[in-house]
């Protein structure tokens, strides 16, 4: 018995090293199925890094990564990922149950919103700053989350909007229930021309819901305001509501 062992933790281990000893090049090909492709790859399954990560034909910027051998006697595959780019960073600890599913632990992250157009509405610029203990994607949509994402200094590039200024999202949304499959977030103002309040709703079928109210502040623009008469009468605290959905 105690040779079987021995044989099978043999095996085990000289499976684990012809898999991180395989090029990079060649383990960032498993992934071009799924939209993620690299250039300018270098270094080994185990400890490598690319020029250019791109994404459903998004460009993150340049990606090192740090496999975690020991997870895959446990048939896991987890590293540490980081992507640089000259005008943010990203890193996490990633988890890959399949090419479709991605589980992001400690997530740090401060992009521009145009790296983010797969799960951002079209037409905005801006800046995301992302704190995440957990988020998990799948199929390229976000299932489940916890932690807060900050978009600071938002703008419409397409139309004109009041919606601008800086706010937080926080997953998932505190006292509020969601639909099953429905990832919901509490969305605050951090300061700026609006106060804002309430509740964006990402769907299994890649749409959005953002729904709440909104008033401007004292020392807003005249012209702000005059904006916000579109979306109805105030209520007792001179907040209107709005609503914005769409599919991405």
């Given at each position: 018995?105690?040779?079987?062992?021995?044989i099978?933790?043999?095996?085990?281990?000289?499976?684990v090293?012809?898999?991180?000893?395989?090029?990079?090049?060649?383990?960032?090909?498993?992934?071009?199925?799924?939209?993620?492709?690299?250039?300018?790859?270098?270094?080994?399954?185990?400890?490598?890094?690319?020029?250019?990560?791109?994404i459903?034909g998004?460009?993150?910027?340049?990606?090192?990564?740090?496999?975690?051998?020991?997870?895959?006697?446990?048939?896991?595959?987890?590293?540490?990922?980081?992507?640089?780019?000259?005008?943010?960073f990203?890193?996490?600890?990633?988890?890959?149950?399949?090419?479709?599913?991605?589980?992001?632990?400690?997530?740090?992250?401060?992009?521009?919103?145009?790296?983010?157009?797969?799960?951002?509405?079209?037409?905005?610029?801006?800046?995301?700053?992302?704190?995440?203990?957990?988020?998990?994607?799948?199929?390229?949509?976000?299932?489940?989350?916890?932690?807060?994402?900050?978009?600071?200094?938002?703008?419409?590039?397409?139309?004109?909007?009041?919606?601008?200024?800086?706010?937080?999202?926080?997953?998932?949304?505190?006292?509020?229930q969601?639909a099953?499959?429905?990832?919901?977030?509490?969305?605050?103002?951090?300061?700026?021309?609006l106060?804002?309040?309430?509740?964006?709703?990402?769907?299994?079928?890649r749409?959005?819901?953002?729904?709440?109210?909104?008033?401007a502040r004292?020392?807003?623009?005249?012209?702000?305001?005059?904006?916000?008469?579109?979306?109805?009468?105030?209520?007792?605290?001179?907040?209107?509501?709005?609503?914005?959905?769409?599919?991405?």
């Amino acid at each position: 018995m105690k040779l079987r062992w021995l044989i099978v933790l043999g095996l085990v281990t000289f499976i684990v090293l012809a898999i991180v000893s395989v090029p990079a090049s060649v383990l960032l090909g498993l992934f071009q199925s799924s939209g993620i492709t690299a250039a300018g790859a270098e270094g080994t399954a185990w400890k490598g890094r690319a020029q250019m990560l791109q994404i459903q034909g998004v460009n993150l910027g340049a990606l090192e990564w740090d496999l975690h051998a020991l997870a895959l006697l446990t048939l896991k595959l987890q590293a540490d990922v980081k992507v640089t780019r000259p005008e943010g960073f990203a890193q996490a600890q990633v988890g890959l149950r399949s090419t479709d599913s991605i589980t992001l632990k400690d997530l740090t992250a401060s992009l521009p919103l145009g790296a983010l157009s797969g799960v951002a509405p079209p037409g905005w610029s801006g800046t995301v700053n992302l704190k995440f203990a957990s988020l998990v994607s799948e199929n390229g949509w976000p299932s489940s989350a916890n932690g807060t994402a900050e978009v600071l200094n938002i703008t419409s590039t397409a139309q004109r909007s009041p919606l601008t200024g800086s706010y937080q999202l926080t997953f998932p949304a505190p006292n509020v229930q969601a639909a099953e499959g429905v990832l919901a977030a509490e969305v605050v103002d951090l300061g700026g021309p609006l106060e804002i309040a309430g509740e964006l709703e990402l769907r299994p079928d890649r749409s959005y819901l953002l729904t709440g109210t909104v008033k401007a502040r004292a020392d807003a623009p005249p012209n702000l305001a005059k904006q916000l008469q579109i979306l109805g009468p105030p209520d007792a605290e001179g907040a209107r509501p709005f609503s914005l959905e769409g599919t991405l």
